[in-house]
């Protein structure tokens, strides 16, 4: 099972931009899909974005599109969130996690799809 770690998040301002990275170990990470999710107090951990194992799909939640961007380099087994334009309804810890590369990236994956996780980095817009 992979190892994931998320880092990069902090407080920003409203409009500011924060990158988040998780960096994968335990084995190669280059066929999983991968993943971000965020959760916010008092609601469900819902998709944010996931991109395919070689990179050549994305998906992104209605929320995320046009202001973040998912990247990936396996060659450093480390998956990154781009995130632009920050709202203060972006507050949330965010997660990284990894999927088999069978899971279809355009279907937008639930949660349950993905078997490994990292503990999450929080993330604070103030307005």
């Known amino acids: 099972q992979v190892q994931l770690v998320e880092s990069g998040g902090g407080l920003v301002q409203a409009g500011g931009s924060l990158r988040l990275s998780c960096a994968a170990s335990?084995?190669?990470?280059?066929?999983?899909?991968m993943g971000w999710f965020r959760q916010a107090p008092g609601k469900e951990r819902e998709f944010v974005a996931a991109?395919?194992?070689?990179?050549?799909?994305?998906n992104y939640a209605n929320s995320a599109k046009g202001r973040f961007t998912i990247s990936r380099d396996n060659a450093k087994n480390t998956v990154y969130l781009q995130m632009n334009s920050l709202k203060p309804e972006d507050t949330a810890v965010y997660y990284c996690?990894?999927?088999?590369?069978?899971?279809?990236?355009?279907?937008?994956?639930?949660?349950?799809?993905?078997?490994?996780w990292g503990q999450g980095t929080q993330v604070t817009v103030s307005s």
């Open positions: 996690a990894a999927a088999p590369r069978t899971i279809l990236v355009v279907a937008t994956p639930p949660a349950s799809a993905f078997r490994s």
């Open positions: 335990g084995r190669t990470f280059s066929s999983d899909v």
């Open positions: 991109i395919s194992w070689s990179a050549d799909i994305t």
